[in-house]
């Protein structure tokens, strides 16, 4: 991920998977899950603003682009890179299931930088576990008791454990190599 400082979040892509409203909620999950990994600056694009300009709420990662996305996103926002979240699966009880597709792709060239696909379920046993140990670990500050079990019946909380999870997985920032110049004495 060298070089890239500023990545442009698209609204997570639900389709007829889930009412607009979950998807629209679901996007400060996401976007709260990735500026958690401080990797880049994260710019986030609203679903008023995608349906003002391509007329529709949400770009899917596997459907066709409007022509001249990478480029606008670049010119307009000084994006290095674009990130697609997509919905693959998704069920609010339980068990709570949730499927993320997503990919970074950077602006210059259109090239794919990562890509990420998974289905997390709340009955697989590793899953629970994990989900409850990334509510441990985060912020309790503001609750001092073990509320854990929690992320297992909120799909909110869930999708932040899979965001989080996924968001882990990206490679790591290497900064562009310092070239020093050493001038020679007299």
Not at 95 to 101: A, F, H, N, V
Not at 133 to 148: A, E, F, I, K, Q
Not at 150 to 156: D, E, K
Request: net charge positive; hydrophobic share 50%.
């Amino acid at each position: 991920l060298g070089g890239i400082r500023r990545v442009q979040m698209l609204p997570v892509a639900g389709g007829a998977l889930i009412p607009a409203e979950t998807a629209a909620a679901l996007d400060a999950v996401v976007a709260a899950a990735l500026q958690g990994e401080n990797r880049f600056e994260v710019v986030s694009f609203s679903r008023q603003e995608c349906q003002r300009r391509y007329r529709t709420a949400e770009l899917s990662s596997a459907a066709a682009l409007p022509h001249g996305l990478l480029g606008q996103l670049r010119d307009e926002f000084a994006a290095d890179a674009v990130l697609f979240v997509d919905l693959t699966v998704f069920s609010a009880y339980r068990p709570l299931r949730i499927g993320l597709r997503s990919k970074l792709a950077h602006v210059e060239g259109s090239r794919l930088i990562w890509s990420f696909d998974n289905v997390f379920a709340a009955d697989d046993p590793a899953v629970a576990n994990a989900a409850r140990r990334h509510v441990l670990t985060g912020d309790r500050s503001t609750v001092p008791v073990d509320l854990s079990a929690g992320v297992l019946q909120s799909p909110a909380r869930f999708a932040g454990y899979a965001a989080a999870t996924m968001f882990a997985t990206l490679p790591p920032v290497i900064p562009p190599p310092v070239v020093v110049t050493v001038a020679k004495q007299r």
